[in-house]
């Protein structure tokens, strides 16, 4: 079974901070994806990854950033964290284009 | 008019009843198709995966998928209190490089003892 594991189920910041998310999957996926998950708006794509280094933006990269040094992680950042930021955050990978992510269990960040 | 769209709910049934779910699309390059359940706080598990249009089944899921009409369906036969969750389709375009999915708003599940 694909494993995504996310480093923290929840989080508490405070505005300004930089803040560090962490995703890693066992099974050598090429694609990896970060979401943020809100009450009425469903599942937005912040940033997703389609190799090491390489990035390209979804559809709400405003304010976030990511880094994938090795195959397996994909991080995301905060720059510097704002109330609006509070979200359950959702990382998935995959293998292909064609083939279905898989998600971790997320991590529920607060922004005080 | 959103790409895909899927009734929020809450649908509520007593257990042992068959719960239809379903959503339709707007864009023919939508090819490939996924159901996944949403426990409450926790992260989206796939359930079913199809490309093809026509019935799969996978133990009390059945995933039903008609391209001609644009339209996806899932069924949970025998359904149980432990089914209660959000249930969310989604698709990814043939035109789509990257493979990113098209989620639709999820439906809200209530399976009553």
């Known amino acids: 079974d694909v494993k995504v594991t996310q480093s923290s189920r929840y989080l508490v910041k405070r505005t300004g901070e930089k803040v560090f998310l962490e995703c890693v999957q066992d099974m050598d996926h090429e694609n990896m994806f970060w979401y943020r998950q809100d009450p009425g708006l469903g599942l937005r794509l912040i940033y997703f990854?389609?190799?090491?280094?390489?990035?390209e933006k979804g559809d709400i990269p405003e304010g976030y950033s990511v880094s994938r040094e090795k195959k397996e992680r994909f991080s995301l950042i905060l720059e510097s964290a704002s109330t609006n930021q509070t979200s359950m955050y959702l990382c998935?990978?995959?293998?292909?284009?064609?083939?279905?992510?898989?998600f971790g269990d997320g991590t529920r960040l607060s922004i005080l | 008019q959103k790409e895909v769209e899927q009734d929020p709910g809450p649908l509520s049934v007593p257990e042992g009843a068959i719960v239809s779910l379903n959503c339709t699309y707007s864009n023919s390059a939508f090819q490939y198709f996924m159901w996944y359940r949403q426990y409450s706080r926790k992260g989206p598990e796939l359930l079913m995966y199809t490309y093809s249009s026509g019935n799969k089944e996978d133990g009390r899921f059945t995933a039903q998928v008609d391209k001609s009409s644009k339209y996806i369906s899932l069924f949970i036969r025998d359904s149980q209190p432990s089914d209660s969750a959000t249930y969310l389709c989604a698709m990814i375009m043939t035109t789509d490089s990257w493979g990113k999915l098209q989620f639709g708003a999820g439906t809200q599940v209530v399976v009553t003892p």
């Open positions: 990854s389609y190799d090491v280094k390489m990035k």
């Open positions: 998935a990978s995959s293998s292909d284009r064609d083939q279905p992510q898989h």
